[in-house]
Structure formats: structure tokens, C-alpha cells
């Protein structure tokens, strides 16, 4: 076997010509190609993926730019139980992550690599997480051997030569190495080197399992970073609201894997909002670090949407839908025979037929589903059509509020605010929510998971706590924290609270306490809204009872809500902040 070369080399940056030239050794590829981030390199690649039948060229006339990925069907969402964190001790990792000793897992993964790339291209994808100049900004190498990953990671991510400018002569960037062997899920697993900023991930080649840049850097590693650096890296989408005054207001909210971060983030507000405007910052990952002037600064450090396709239509998410119409990969959702896709949910009719998310033939009468409850799409985010232009300021936005939420039929009302940040952190801490078809397995069950960090901090959940309490003496005008759920249900199992656009009239009190517009009532949760406050003009079918019924505490419920805190914090008494003890000590003697 020759040496591989290295391709088209495009840096001399010396660490990365080193590691890029082991791994090489390592993997075998038959060829290297360094992504330089070009429109001819997207093109040539695009092209190449289509001839290789990874890529299905979708209507262009319907849908310019747009391609078809089916992935393997074992091989269809994150794999929690296949990701690790690897540092020398378990306690570190905590009792929430699955632990491994990196050297054993090292060696483990290069027995994998040995020679895994053989007849494959092996792409180098070098890319910036955050605007260029963004003193948040992080450098990522991915080396892989899916086009599919090259392709998504340039929209995804600020991907090619500006990487290595930002970067210079350092070798600080996080080292992510890719294969999908034979995409089998026994050989599948997902590890994290917090302390070599190494990640190598093998077996798969679906999403948050592979772009490395997003949940294993952006959030597994960043999160590590965060702790040791003093910022944060959440699972949070970002927006900012403009009022028909022109008053700006930024707000970050964190909600488990497809619980409506992405719609919350372009919600459109209904036409009683005249003048309102809701522009996105970000989607799924906010990077937030206190600025000079002691307000928490938040940054995006993607560059495109990687969004759940089912349900996504004009109704539920106009700017979705624009968003999606050109230069879109879409991942396992249906073909229709005039090169469109379809997918549950989306505008009109039901098709007659088409081909469904693994190829084979669909009709109505179909058991199965014609897209894949979890079907993606990958988009760049210069598509957005309410987009704010802020998302590229290296210094970020000054963030008011943070929201947290989850999926729950019961218990959990449609808004509240937390009393104070130690209260906030509890709220976060204690999330509960509804698994999702995000991740492989469960879905349906309510799980703790705080912050909608579960699957994604990367060190001791105790810890993690710890520094969100630690964090306030840094941050001098604090951000209001809130608690929202959009998906309490009545006796007959609907929706109580139509929610997507109408979530403008809780966002809408939401900015009103942070410029103490409005008061509200104690409760045993936190501040409620007052009736009278909370506007519910031009509301179908939702009046007062109705409100009433979305806001009610229920004390049996809150008996078994707050039974499971205990349960989460038993789990994590090694590290847990006294503080959550007393808090949960008030909630009981409130309730
Ligand atoms: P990830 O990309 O997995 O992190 O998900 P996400 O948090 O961005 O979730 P997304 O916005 O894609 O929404 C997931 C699902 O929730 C979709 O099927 C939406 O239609 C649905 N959804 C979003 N917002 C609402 C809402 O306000 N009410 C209801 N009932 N469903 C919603
Ligand atoms: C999530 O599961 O929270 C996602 C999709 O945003 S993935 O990139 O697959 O993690
Ligand atoms: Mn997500």
C-alpha cells in the first residue's frame, strides 16, 4: 500500500498537515481531497454524489439546488446509548454519560479505522463555528469518508479556507475523525476526548451522529470548554424580537430534540401582531459568554439548519417552507413521481403514491409512514427569509430572557417565570419532556433532561448545575428565565394550546416582565401571568377557561413532578449544588 498523498493540500498549517497525514496513514484511503469551500467544489461534489447514488436530484424546476439522501435504515437518528465521553475518570463523565477510558477507547476505534478508508475518498472539511473575527469562534478539522458529510457540512457550517485563516499557525482546533465502516450499528459508536478536543465517530452516517461540528463539538466539547472558560454552550435556539416601537429584545430558549426549537426560532406572529417582527439568530445552538457590559452575549455558531421535515408546512412554519424550496438535502423523507418530496404533514392532499423514505413504493394505504418520523433537511441559513442579520456579528446579541421547556401532556402550564437565576437553574435543571424520534429509542416516555442537555453535556451533570449557578456572579444584568410548554393535552388527547404562530402572545408577556411592562401573580411554580395581561383577542376557541385549563397546577401532579426531581437528584448526589435541595424544599412547602 503506497503512502496516500495528500491531495490538494490546502494549508500549511504544520499540526494539521501532521494529523491529517496520520489519520490518512491510519485509514488508507485511496485518495485525499481537501474541501476548500467553493461554489465549483460544491458543484463537483454534488455531481459526484448524484453518479455515486448517494444523492437523488429532486424537480429543479420544483426545487433548484435540492437533493434526496436516503440513509441506511438501521441508521436513522442519534444513538445515545453508542456516545461516550472519555476521560480518565468515570465521575468526570458523571453518572448521565456513558464512560469510557479514552486509551482504551483509542485503541478500540484505530483497530476500526485500520485500513477502513480502502477504495474511499477520505475528505478533509475544515470549518468555523461562529462568525469570522468572533472571539467565540471555534475551529474544527473533520476528517470523513461520506460525501454526504462533506456536502452537509458546507451548509452547515462556514466551511473551507476561512477555517484555516481563522486558525493561522495554532493547532488549536477540535480534531473530528469520521467513518462509516460498514454503517453497522455494532460497530457504531460516537466518542468524545474532552481533554485531546478529539472526537472520532464510526458506523453511522446520519446527523448528530456525524456533523461533527454540531451536537459533538458545538455542544459535547463545548460544553467541557464552556466550564473551563467561563461561558456556555446550550441547546438553545436564539431570536430576536422587534416591536412595531422598534424595541429589540433577544431571547434564547432551550427545548429537547424536536420539541419546537426550529419553529420557535421563525415563528411568524398571527395578523393581530401587526408591526411585530421575529427574526432568527439561530436554531438549535447558542454559544453565550457574559460581555464588558455585564449583559450575556449569545452567537450562532452554524451556519444552517439541520431541521425535523415532518409537520413542517405554511401553517405550522412559513419561512420553513421557503427556507427549504432551493438548495436543500433532504434526508429520508418520500419521493412523488414528479421529482418533489413529500413528507407527513406538509400542504394539500395526501399523494396517490410515491416512493417512501427507504425507496420502496408508497401508497395511502401503506402502514408505514412515507417520511421518516425523524427526516431532516439541511439548509443554509442565508436562505431564511426572516433571518437576522446579526447572526453574523462576532460579538453576538445581548440575550434578555432564556426559556426553558419540554414536551408534556400533563402538569407542566403553558408559561411561567422562575423567581429568581437560582430558581431559573432549578426550573432548567428539572426539565421534563417526552422522548422524541430524534433519538433511537423510548419515544413517548417523559424522561428528565436539563437544560435539553441529556444526550449533549459533556462532563458531570452535577458540575454542569454547578457552573450555571457559578455563572451569576459573572453576569451582572442577569437574564429573566422562563418556563414554557406548548404541549399539554386535554382529556381526548389534543393540543390545549394551538401554539407555532400563536406562541407570539406567550413570547409577547415573555418581553413584557423583562422591560417590567407587566406584573404577575405568585405562585407555587413561579410568576404567573395575570389573566388580564395576557393577551387572548382573536383566539379561536380559547378564551379564560381555557386559559385557566393551560395554566392550572394540578397538586397530585406536582406531588409525582416533584418525586422525580428527587429521583434525578439522587442520581447526581455526588455533585449536586445544595442549592437545589433548599429550592426543592420551597416548591414543596408552596405546593
Ligand atoms: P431538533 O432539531 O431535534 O433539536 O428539534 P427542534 O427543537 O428544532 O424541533 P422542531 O421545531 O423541528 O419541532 C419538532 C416537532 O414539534 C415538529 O413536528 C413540529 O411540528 C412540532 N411543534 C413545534 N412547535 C410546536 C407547537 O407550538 N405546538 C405543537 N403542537 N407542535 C409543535
Ligand atoms: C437533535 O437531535 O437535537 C438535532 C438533530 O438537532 S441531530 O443533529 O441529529 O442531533
Ligand atoms: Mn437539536
Not at 36 to 46: H, R, V
Not at 455 to 463: E, S
Not at 532 to 552: H, I, R, S, T
Request: charged fraction near 20%.
Amino acid at each position: 500500500m503506497p503512502k496516500p498523498s495528500l491531495g490538494n493540500c490546502n494549508t500549511r498549517n504544520k499540526s494539521v498537515i501532521r494529523w491529517v497525514d496520520d489519520m490518512a496513514k491510519l485509514c488508507k484511503p485511496e485518495k485525499v481531497h481537501w474541501c476548500d469551500g467553493s461554489p465549483a467544489e460544491k458543484e463537483a461534489l454534488t455531481r459526484e454524489a448524484v453518479a455515486a447514488g448517494v444523492l437523488i436530484e429532486l424537480n429543479q424546476k420544483k426545487r433548484p439546488g435540492c437533493y434526496l439522501h436516503r440513509s441506511n435504515p438501521n441508521d436513522v437518528a442519534r444513538v445515545e446509548q453508542c456516545t461516550y465521553i472519555c476521560t480518565d475518570s468515570q465521575e468526570e463523565a458523571g453518572p448521565t454519560n456513558n464512560w469510557a477510558p479514552p486509551k482504551a477507547m483509542y485503541q478500540k476505534l484505530y483497530g476500526l479505522l485500520e485500513g477502513a478508508m480502502r477504495g474511499r475518498t477520505l475528505y478533509v472539511v475544515p470549518y468555523l463555528m461562529g462568525p469570522p473575527g468572533s472571539p467565540l469562534a471555534k475551529v474544527g478539522l473533520e476528517i470523513t469518508d461520506s460525501i454526504y458529510v462533506a456536502l452537509s457540512m458546507g451548509i452547515m457550517t462556514r466551511m473551507g479556507n476561512i477555517a484555516f485563516e481563522h486558525l493561522g499557525e495554532s493547532d488549536d482546533f477540535n480534531r473530528g475523525l469520521h467513518s462509516m465502516l460498514d454503517v453497522n450499528p455494532d460497530r457504531r459508536f460516537i466518542c468524545h476526548f474532552p481533554h485531546d478536543n478529539t472526537i472520532i465517530s464510526v458506523g453511522s452516517a446520519y446527523g448528530g451522529n456525524v456533523l461533527l461540528g454540531k451536537k459533538c463539538l458545538a455542544l459535547r466539547i463545548g460544553s467541557f470548554l464552556a466550564r473551563n472558560e467561563g461561558w456556555f454552550a446550550e441547546h438553545m435556539l436564539i431570536l430576536k424580537v422587534e416591536s412595531p416601537t422598534g424595541e429589540v429584545t433577544y431571547v434564547a430558549a432551550a427545548f429537547p430534540s424536536a420539541c419546537g426549537k426550529t419553529n420557535f426560532a421563525m415563528l411568524l406572529p398571527p395578523p393581530r401582531y401587526k408591526g411585530w417582527k421575529i427574526q432568527t439568530i439561530g436554531d438549535d445552538i447558542a454559544w453565550m459568554k457574559p460581555g464588558a457590559d455585564g449583559r450575556l452575549y449569545a452567537i450562532n455558531p452554524e451556519a444552517g439548519y439541520f431541521g425535523v421535515v415532518p409537520g413542517t408546512n405554511q401553517a405550522t412554519n412559513p419561512s420553513a417552507m421557503t427556507t427549504i424550496s432551493r438548495d436543500t438535502i433532504f434526508t429520508n423523507v418520500g419521493l412523488l413521481p414528479d421529482g418533489d418530496v413529500w413528507w407527513e404533514g406538509k400542504d394539500g392532499p395526501e399523494p396517490k403514491e410515491c416512493i417512501d423514505w427507504r425507496g420502496k413504493p408508497w401508497t395511502p394505504a401503506s402502514p408505514d409512514k412515507a417520511a421518516h418520523p425523524n427526516s431532516r433537511f439541511a439548509v443554509p441559513m442565508a436562505n431564511n427569509p426572516v433571518l437576522a442579520p446579526e447572526v453574523n456579528d462576532p460579538n453576538g446579541v445581548p440575550i434578555s430572557a432564556i426559556i426553558f421547556g419540554g414536551r408534556r401532556a400533563t402538569t407542566m402550564p403553558l408559561v411561567f417565570q422562575a423567581f429568581n437565576w437560582v430558581h431559573g437553574v432549578y426550573v432548567g435543571a428539572t426539565v421534563g419532556s417526552e422522548m422524541t424520534a430524534a433519538a433511537v429509542g423510548g419515544a413517548g416516555q417523559v424522561r428528565r433532561d436539563p437544560m435539553a442537555m441529556l444526550p449533549f453535556c459533556g462532563y458531570n451533570m452535577g458540575d454542569y448545575f454547578r457552573h450555571w449557578l457559578n455563572m451569576r456572579k459573572k453576569i451582572k444584568h442577569l437574564p429573566r428565565i422562563f418556563h414554557v410548554n406548548w404541549f399539554r393535552k386535554d382529556e381526548n388527547g389534543n393540543f390545549l394550546w394551538p401554539g407555532f404562530g400563536e406562541n407570539m402572545r406567550v413570547l409577547k408577556w415573555i418581553v413584557d416582565r423583562c422591560h417590567h411592562r407587566v406584573g404577575a401573580e405568585e405562585g407555587a411554580l413561579g410568576w404567573m401571568p395575570v389573566l388580564e395581561d395576557f393577551d387572548l383577542k382573536g383566539l379561536k376557541n380559547f378564551g379564560p377557561v381555557e386559559f385557566n385549563k393551560v395554566q392550572a397546577v394540578n397538586e397530585e401532579d406536582w406531588r409525582k413532578e416533584a418525586l422525580s426531581h428527587e429521583e434525578l437528584f439522587m442520581r447526581l448526589h455526588a455533585t449536586l449544588p445544595k442549592e437545589f435541595i433548599f429550592t426543592r424544599e420551597l416548591l414543596i412547602t408552596r405546593l
